[in-house]
């Protein structure tokens, strides 16, 4: 057996079995962000789960850390020594599907993830499951809107047009409404793939309409607007989608009464 103690006396290091030894601050619980976890682009010393030692990498936002490497079994998108500021360690995307990768609150939107904003609060736009809620802010009826990215899995989450300002309208009466006399929601959607986006309303309690623009601001630029129900029902929108390129989804009301409902979107 190879004696480790002179290293972990260099490196300053108190070993447990559980959790291995770092160098710096220990790590936090699973979910829980710091503003100083470690030093960005810093390796420490770690431990693999079969106690051979390793190293790992701190991120650039100092948030987070990489995997320990090289230990046997190590998923990359895991860090078998410290669970740091995962969403429970388990890289689930909006429904629930575990995606290679993922790393919820990191301040990066990985794949399978709709939102993350890096942090541990759940009712700010973005919750710690990444996926979207809340964010109720007067930023998310106003262009450029709520940033949300769609993946392969469909994304659904709850959202309202309650305390909203009425801003936007659809270029021309569909369905006989253009939206102007209802509040507005935006959403920027991301789309990450090539192919059609799908729009739809769940469980809507007032009289929803929507429409999609490629550029924001401009109302003449409407690619499609949908208002198939006349009175309190759900709407279903369909767009074509531009891998990376942003897409305007507005949620308005076809009257003047404001409401809740879900949004689900999904990319084929």
């Known amino acids: 057996m190879r004696k480790i103690w002179p290293t972990l006396l260099l490196l300053g290091c108190v070993y447990s079995a559980h959790t291995g030894c770092t160098a710096g601050p220990p790590p936090t619980d699973a979910g829980t962000l710091t503003s100083a976890l470690c030093k960005a682009t810093q390796e420490v010393y770690c431990r693999c789960q079969d106690f051979g030692e390793g190293t790992k990498l701190c991120a650039d936002d ?4 990489g995997p320990c490497l090289p230990c046997p079994g190590v998923d990359p998108g895991f860090d078998a020594g410290d669970p740091g500021p995962k969403d429970a360690g388990t890289g689930e ?30 009712d700010d736009g973005c919750t710690t499951a990444c996926v979207p809620a809340g964010g109720y ?6 262009c450029p809107g709520m940033p949300v990215d769609v993946w392969s899995t469909a994304v659904t989450f709850a959202t309202t047009t309650k305390l909203f ?12 409404a253009t939206g102007s006399l209802g509040s507005d929601r935006v959403f920027m959607v991301t789309p ?18 929507l429409y999609a623009r490629p550029d924001c601001a401009t109302e003449a630029s409407e690619l ?24 305007y989804i507005f949620v308005d009301g076809a009257t003047n009464t404001t409401g809740d409902l879900s949004l689900t979107l999904s990319l084929k």
């Open 224 to 247: 499609v607007c949908q208002n198939a129900v006349n009175g309190v029902g759900d709407e279903t929108l369909i767009v074509a989608a531009t891998n990376g390129t942003p897409i």
């Open 62 to 65: 100092g948030q987070s850390y």
């Open 165 to 176: 300002p009425l801003t936007y309208r659809a270029k021309a009466a569909c369905n006989g």
């Open 93 to 122: 995307d909006a429904t629930g599907d575990a995606e290679a990768g993922s790393l919820c609150g990191n301040k990066k939107v990985d794949p399978g993830e709709a939102c993350d904003d890096g942090n541990v609060v759940n």
């Open 137 to 142: 802010a007067a930023k998310a009826g106003i």
């Open 192 to 209: 990450h793939a090539t192919g059609t986006l799908t729009v739809k309303t769940v469980g809507a309690t007032y009289d929803a309409m």
